[in-house]
């Protein structure tokens, strides 16, 4: 087989995987088609980051996942977030992620902003609050007249 890994990082890398806590350490030889779809998505995250990107995007990444296994993927993505100091833009539809996560919210619809809040707002927001507030957002937008 032929491998990318420098031996002399191997250490370094088995010790982010464990600190996933998935088995990942264990898995160094096994192809990664084989790993399950959070070993996979911890170990996208973990490559993403060594990458010291200046901006880390995540698209729907606990999407697919069961709920357990996203829960453990979240908790991943902050320890590592707030360890590399790492600005992040997390996309989701999960509004109890979207409250609790991150300090700032920006809602879209339809291509268009129509939520932004930050600060002490961000910091109490629920997720029943925030849906009312995108309930009352699309009332204000549908009343508006495009056409004159």
Do not use: W
Request: with cysteine; proline share 3%; aromatic share 4%.
């Amino acid at each position: 087989m032929n491998f990318t890994v420098k031996k002399r990082k191997i250490d370094k890398y088995i010790e982010l995987l464990k600190m996933v806590n998935l088995g990942l350490e264990n898995q160094l030889y096994t192809p990664v088609g084989q790993l399950s779809g959070g070993q996979k998505q911890a170990l996208s995250l973990i490559m993403a980051i060594l990458a010291k990107p200046q901006i880390l995007l995540l698209d729907e990444h606990t999407a697919a996942l069961d709920p357990e296994t996203a829960q453990v993927i979240l908790k991943i993505t902050e320890d590592l977030v707030k360890q590399e100091e790492l600005p992040t833009l997390m996309v989701t539809h999960n509004l109890s992620d979207a409250c609790r996560l991150g300090n700032r919210l920006i809602m879209l619809d339809k291509g268009q902003v129509i939520i932004d809040i930050k600060g002490e707002e961000k910091a109490n927001l629920t997720p029943e609050y925030l849906l009312s507030l995108f309930k009352n957002q699309k009332v204000n937008l549908s009343d508006e007249t495009f056409f004159s």
